[in-house]
């Protein structure tokens, strides 16, 4: 039901923009949410934006360098990322759901999750 694209490969500095697109989901009521895994490491929050796409929330080593949007009426979430370093590379998963403000950084807040895009940044 979400289906993530757009990694690949790209030098430090360099930029990429993923996107998720949702099937068979009200997709507005929804928090999108970018979570990222590199080999060996738990799956850490990356960026986050409610359904109305009037609160987005990132974790600080992305804060001022990647911006999520989404676009309602397409069922698509969108993540920037510009400035790319290698510390960035890994898969990236995008997922939908409900939770709370205190859980929204948190993996088990999520119901619905993408298959995962790679995202290598080279030096």
């Known amino acids: 039901q979400l289906q993530a694209c757009g990694g690949g490969l790209v030098q430090t500095g360099g930029s990429l923009r993923l996107s998720c697109a949702a099937s068979d989901l009200t997709f507005s009521m929804y928090t999108i949410t970018w979570f990222r895994q590199a080999p060996g490491k738990e799956r850490e929050f990356v960026a986050s934006?409610?359904?109305?796409?009037?609160?987005?929330f990132y974790a600080d080593s992305v804060k001022g360098r990647f911006a999520i949007s989404r676009d309602n009426a397409k069922n698509t979430g969108y993540l920037q990322m510009n400035s790319l370093r290698p510390e960035d590379t890994a898969a990236y998963y995008c997922s939908a759901g409900r939770p709370i403000l205190s859980n929204i950084r948190q993996t088990a807040g999520y119901t619905y999750w993408g298959q995962g895009t790679q995202v290598t940044v080279s030096s």
């Open positions: 934006i409610r359904g109305s796409g009037g609160a987005v």
